[in-house]
């Protein structure tokens, strides 16, 4: 495939919506429960709360923590920062206690942003912090319509209206009142190795490393989306944005891609069955998004029977592995509803802000992540060499292109083990995820590195199991680890969610075997298989492997304690 060179806009994020914001001010920007937000009005709604930021001392360089779910507060401070120069420091509202103590620390945020319902947490959280921090507090139900506020109220939110309750503490509303409108901002103009955004590695091994991200790279995200569509990405076209805005998928493409372009972002602070059925049908959104498990749970929701999903123009998959298996049932799934196209899945890290990878749109190979994007270069390597190998041959995967990070916060020493610049004089973004890229330049996506299986000396991907596993028609999803074990090193267990209704464990436990007799070579096939309601899951909805290894090592623990 031709390179292809690309124009990226030398600009900030707010400059490329406020661009949108002259060329469609009576277009909607972002619809929260039904209330459309028009771009004009989505512009002076930034420029208000960069005024509020701007009154109470923030400026340039200054770190601001975004703790909220996709509603419009978010949506208004993050590029209100970026108006300043500010920067975002996006992190989950469901994250522990001690996780927004360790967040606020590292990124030393002057003011946290979170709503209501979590203040208390966030209060809690400051104990640990080493700095004064402003907490602002955003109200759900000042963004709904009027005749949703009395119940929201009486339901849920009466019990947070004594919140905040502390003199470092004020509302999102009263803090918006404190910028003077008639006060000039301060000019920023555009570096291209300014951080603008700090987002966090998942901390699946270890503890989250903050990934610091530019305008120049979000914008050339958002460009870049735009020419790998086989029609034009603009105005009028509508994204249901349910991924969180924490998540590189979730604000890189759910958000400010469709912002860049001068779309509509339909807001879901949560992914739920009813409200996710509901807005498909009645919102008729052309673009949908998320991860594996939403797709899964798509399969099965009854309210979707019937509906009509023509209006669907890109279904995108991405943050994990799209197995072959439910690949094949979800685009069945969508051509039975009237959909004309399938499911293409995305690869990428929130080092490079999400998608970086995609599969084309006419052309599926399977078990391929799809053909880099346009101006991003992929290349394998011998794990731990800097040593390029030929096609078809398996190793780390490497990438480079203008969405790569700038580094990691404050940790130089993982910055040059991650990115490393080669004899080319380019700047290559070591992913730690094993694959291949075949003749064409398709890329295959592996394993992570560190979740390789080892048992007596063969290399086993849990991803390949689980796919085998995934096809028996009586699963839902499963997922695969490793066990220490004195004579293998590792031996493999598999643990398998059954779809509802299902209730024969043995029924389909030979089944399972069955297929992996088949399928999967003797030293992989799992020595056990465990059958559970449900799997834990990480906060943007992957199973949780790492969880299970805990689960399975304090098992281990205690059985040897009880030996002894």
């Given at each position: 495939?031709?390179?292809?060179?690309?124009?990226?806009?030398?600009?900030?994020?707010?400059?490329?919506?406020?661009?949108?914001?002259?060329?469609?001010?009576?277009?909607?920007?972002?619809?929260?429960?039904?209330?459309?937000?028009?771009?004009?009005?989505f512009g002076e709604k930034i420029l208000?709360?960069?005024?509020?930021?701007?009154?109470?001392?923030?400026?340039?360089?200054?770190?601001?923590?975004?703790?909220?779910?996709?509603?419009?507060?978010?949506?208004?401070?993050?590029?209100?920062?970026?108006?300043?120069?500010?920067?975002?420091?996006?992190?989950?509202?469901?994250?522990?206690?001690?996780?927004?103590?360790?967040?606020?620390?590292?990124?030393?945020s002057k003011m946290i942003l979170t709503?209501?319902?979590?203040?208390?947490?966030?209060?809690?959280?400051?104990?640990?912090?080493?700095?004064?921090?402003?907490?602002?507090?955003?109200?759900?139900?000042?963004?709904?319509?009027?005749?949703?506020?009395?119940?929201?109220?009486?339901?849920?939110?009466?019990?947070?209206?004594?919140?905040?309750?502390?003199?470092?503490?004020?509302?999102?509303?009263?803090?918006?009142?404190?910028?003077?409108?008639?006060?000039?901002?301060?000019?920023?103009?555009?570096?291209?190795?300014?951080?603008?955004?700090?987002?966090?590695?998942?901390?699946?091994?270890?503890?989250?490393?903050?990934?610091?991200?530019?305008?120049?790279?979000?914008?050339?995200?958002?460009?870049?989306?735009?020419?790998?569509?086989?029609?034009?990405?603009?105005?009028?076209?509508?994204?249901?944005?349910?991924?969180?805005?924490?998540?590189?998928?979730?604000?890189?493409?759910?958000?400010?891609?469709?912002?860049?372009?001068?779309?509509?972002?339909?807001?879901?602070?949560?992914?739920?069955?009813?409200?996710?059925?509901?807005?498909?049908?009645?919102?008729?959104?052309?673009?949908?998004?998320?991860?594996?498990?939403?797709?899964?749970?798509?399969?099965?929701?009854?309210?979707?029977?019937?509906?009509?999903?023509?209006?669907?123009?890109?279904?995108?998959?991405?943050?994990?592995?799209?197995?072959?298996?439910?690949?094949?049932?979800?685009?069945?799934?969508?051509?039975?509803?009237?959909?004309?196209?399938?499911?293409?899945?995305?690869?990428?890290?929130?080092?490079?802000?999400?998608?970086?990878?995609?599969?084309?749109?006419?052309?599926?190979?399977?078990?391929?992540?799809?053909?880099?994007?346009?101006?991003?270069?992929?290349?394998?390597?011998?794990?731990?060499?800097?040593?390029?190998?030929?096609?078809?041959?398996?190793?780390?995967?490497?990438?480079?292109?203008?969405?790569?990070?700038?580094?990691?916060?404050?940790?130089?020493?993982?910055?040059?083990?991650?990115?490393?610049?080669?004899?080319?004089?380019?700047?290559?973004?070591?992913?730690?995820?094993?694959?291949?890229?075949?003749?064409?330049?398709?890329?295959?996506?592996?394993?992570?590195?560190?979740?390789?299986?080892?048992?007596?000396?063969?290399?086993?991907?849990?991803?390949?199991?689980?796919?085998?596993?995934?096809?028996?028609?009586?699963?839902?999803?499963?997922?695969?680890?490793?066990?220490?074990?004195?004579?293998?090193?590792?031996?493999?267990?598999?643990?398998?969610?059954?779809?509802?209704?299902?209730?024969?464990?043995?029924?389909?436990?030979?089944?399972?075997?069955?297929?992996?007799?088949?399928?999967?070579?003797?030293?992989?096939?799992?020595?056990?298989?465990?059958?559970?309601?449900?799997?834990?899951?990480?906060?943007?909805?992957?199973?949780?492997?790492?969880?299970?290894?805990?689960?399975?090592?304090?098992?281990?623990?205690?059985e040897t304690a009880e030996q002894a």
């Amino acid at each position: 495939m031709a390179e292809t060179q690309l124009q990226y806009p030398l600009k900030t994020m707010y400059e490329a919506i406020a661009a949108m914001v002259q060329e469609f001010p009576e277009d909607t920007a972002y619809e929260f429960y039904g209330v459309k937000t028009k771009y004009k009005r989505f512009g002076e709604k930034i420029l208000q709360a960069a005024r509020a930021f701007a009154a109470n001392g923030i400026g340039k360089g200054d770190r601001v923590t975004i703790c909220l779910p996709n509603v419009p507060q978010a949506i208004d401070c993050f590029y209100a920062l970026d108006r300043i120069g500010a920067v975002a420091n996006m992190i989950h509202p469901l994250s522990a206690e001690k996780e927004i103590s360790f967040y606020l620390n590292i990124s030393k945020s002057k003011m946290i942003l979170t709503v209501d319902m979590f203040y208390e947490k966030v209060e809690a959280a400051l104990k640990e912090v080493d700095h004064p921090v402003t907490v602002l507090v955003a109200r759900m139900q000042d963004e709904l319509p009027l005749y949703m506020r009395p119940v929201y109220v009486a339901k849920a939110g009466r019990k947070y209206l004594q919140f905040p309750n502390t003199d470092h503490a004020q509302t999102w509303k009263d803090f918006l009142k404190t910028g003077n409108p008639q006060e000039k901002l301060p000019e920023i103009q555009f570096e291209r190795e300014r951080t603008s955004v700090i987002l966090y590695s998942g901390g699946t091994s270890g503890t989250p490393k903050g990934i610091c991200l530019s305008d120049y790279n979000m914008n050339a995200l958002a460009r870049q989306c735009r020419e790998v569509l086989p029609f034009e990405f603009k105005n009028g076209l509508k994204m249901l944005s349910c991924m969180p805005m924490f998540h590189g998928f979730g604000l890189g493409v759910n958000i400010h891609t469709v912002l860049f372009h001068g779309a509509t972002c339909i807001l879901m602070p949560t992914f739920n069955h009813k409200t996710y059925a509901k807005a498909l049908i009645k919102k008729k959104p052309n673009f949908i998004a998320g991860v594996p498990t939403i797709f899964e749970a798509l399969l099965h929701i009854q309210d979707l029977d019937g509906a009509d999903l023509s209006h669907l123009k890109g279904v995108f998959c991405g943050g994990d592995s799209l197995s072959v298996e439910l690949k094949k049932k979800v685009d069945a799934f969508l051509a039975e509803h009237g959909s004309t196209v399938p499911i293409q899945e995305g690869y990428g890290l929130t080092e490079c802000v999400t998608a970086s990878c995609l599969t084309p749109y006419n052309r599926y190979k399977e078990g391929s992540i799809g053909l880099p994007f346009p101006d991003t270069q992929y290349a394998i390597v011998r794990p731990g060499t800097d040593d390029v190998l030929h096609p078809g041959e398996e190793g780390e995967i490497i990438l480079s292109g203008p969405s790569v990070m700038l580094g990691y916060l404050d940790n130089e020493e993982e910055t040059k083990e991650t990115l490393r610049t080669l004899s080319d004089g380019k700047t290559w973004l070591y992913t730690g995820d094993l694959g291949y890229m075949d003749e064409e330049g398709f890329v295959y996506f592996k394993q992570r590195i560190k979740r390789m299986i080892i048992t007596n000396g063969y290399n086993v991907y849990p991803g390949q199991i689980e796919n085998v596993i995934d096809s028996v028609p009586e699963i839902a999803y499963s997922c695969v680890i490793g066990i220490p074990d004195e004579r293998r090193g590792q031996k493999v267990k598999a643990f398998c969610v059954m779809r509802d209704g299902v209730t024969d464990e043995e029924m389909v436990r030979n089944k399972v075997k069955e297929a992996m007799s088949k399928h999967v070579a003797k030293y992989a096939i799992p020595r056990e298989i465990e059958f559970r309601k449900e799997l834990p899951k990480t906060l943007v909805g992957k199973v949780a492997y790492r969880k299970l290894e805990e689960e399975e090592e304090a098992r281990r623990r205690g059985e040897t304690a009880e030996q002894a």
